[in-house]
């Protein structure tokens, strides 16, 4: 389609997000919530609704879902009623799904996400709300049969709604990646999408700009990736652009996206609403959080990743991409932070080898922080000495640096000492050795003080291969250059 017409209109799309809580048990039940166990044995009469059994709400995915409130700046309701949501699927097996209908425990609430270009935006959070998940129906290549598991079934789930402020596909791609880093930081969800701990729904319209009606909207779900979100929200802003025109009006309606075309396809009709008889819970008393809960859970919070982004930008002086990078990842934000706090005055030097040397290990042996071998302190002595001017970067990265990882109980200092990494920093020694480097290069040294002033870098060369790459370089340029210009 070409630009023109695109220009033409204004997208809209709001996402909706289910994940997933890392909790021992099941929302309603003391079932086992553990992924990848065989299936249909995390099952009690609880979790298959049998008649006479009565749910309890799991204290600690509340306090998750009041956790994740907090961190999207919501309010946070006082007063909870749980409501039967009806509906019949085979791997639903009560026929009916305990939720949160007109009092999610969240609201009111607010996500700034960071785009490509530098700038920022908020994104509204219009609820957060707890559930129960369903079971999982599988369809395996060559069989006519529909398998369920239900082990999934009960699992605590928090859905997260936004306002529909979302404009393009990288506003999209932005949001999830933050509402992702901040379950992961709150270590109520691992994130995963391809397990289906993440899961995105995206309602997608377009309108002309400058409308103030919306459009038709359409569900698009079965997007299992960041960026197959990204391009379905592409695909479907096209298609109904070239719906309207052509003349025709787009169909309420859901649809699945196919990620191997990259194409949506419609599956259902939404001109009619499900009538799901929602109403309340009646096995389940109303929730109340008092203040000394609220409060309580308030200061659990841990540092999160704008909190993070702030202290690394103001307080350490870190540029926007390198924060960006550092706080990506949860783990690797922690252990930089750790690493910056031992090595006040270098942080720049310490984010270097966190990219750097660090990632490069990790990334190497498709490894997690949690696996990294050294202590935030054992390469604080790195950084240390290498400030000292005692090794410099090079022999540090290339030597004292794998020796560390192959030797984690050692520490840095004494690690260079018995390699004899320390640098010579004894001016009689190393003068003498500038002396010979001198004499044994007369051509090149008439060339140097003829004008040819680069061939510094070659002085200095022959001069680290006498010492093994172990001379102070600050101390041997400024001999050599002496030594060179008398």
Known sequence: MDEATLAKYQPVIGLEVHA??????????????????????????ITLGHPGTLPKVNRTAVEFAMKMGLATNC???????????????????KGYQITQDKT??????????????????????????????????????????????????????????????????EEAYAYLMEIKKLVEYLGICDGNMEEGSLRCDANI?????????FGMKVEVKNMNS???????????????????????????????????????????????????????????PPLVISDEWLHRVAAELPALPQQLYSRFTGELGLSDYDASVLIDQKDVALFFDELARLTPGSAKASANWVMGPVKSYLNE??????????????????????????????????QLFPH???????????????????????????????????????????????????LTGMFMGELMKLTGGKADPKLAN????TALEG
């Not at 260079?416 to 004894?426: C, N, V, W, Y």
């Not at 400024?478 to 250059?481: E, P, Y």
């Open 478 to 481: 400024q001999l050599l250059r």
């Open 75 to 93: 309010q946070i309701r006082r007063d909870n009623l749980f409501a039967r949501k009806n509906y019949f699927y085979p791997d639903l097996p």
């Open 205 to 213: 319209s377009v309108m002309l700009k400058g409308a103030e009606k």
């Open 226 to 284: 960041f960026r197959n979100v990204q391009r379905a929200i592409a695909y479907e802003i096209e298609r109904q652009i070239g719906i309207i025109e052509a003349g025709e009006e787009v169909d309420s309606e859901t649809r699945g996206f196919d990620a191997a075309s990259g194409t949506t396809n419609g599956q259902r009709s939404k001109e009619t609403l499900n009538d799901y008889r929602y109403f309340p819970e009646p096995d389940l």
């Open 404 to 454: 560390l990882l192959e030797h984690p109980t050692a520490n840095a200092t004494g690690a260079a000492e018995s390699l004899g990494l320390l640098q010579q920093a004894d001016t009689g020694e190393l003068a003498a050795l500038v002396e010979q480097v001198v004499a044994a290069n007369p051509a090149k040294v008439a060339e140097y003080r003829a004008g040819k002033k680069s």
């Open 20 to 45: 997933q809580l890392l909790t021992h048990s099941k929302m309603y039940s003391s079932d086992e919530n553990e992924y990848g166990v065989a299936p249909n044995t995390n099952l009690s009469v």
């Open 104 to 169: 999610p425990i969240c609201y009111d609430g607010h996500v700034d996400i960071r785009l490509a270009d530098g700038s920022t935006k908020s994104i509204g959070v219009t609820r957060i709300h707890m559930e129960e998940d369903a079971g999982k129906s599988m369809h395996l290549a060559g069989e006519t049969e529909t398998l369920v598991d239900l082990n999934r079934a009960g699992v605590p789930l928090i859905e997260i709604v936004s306002e529909p402020d979302i404009r393009t596909g």
């Open 365 to 398: 042996r498709a490894l997690t922080m949690a696996d990294f071998p050294l202590e935030a302190a054992q390469l604080a002595g790195i950084i240390e000495l290498i400030d000292a001017g005692k090794v410099n970067y090079s022999v540090a990265s290339k």
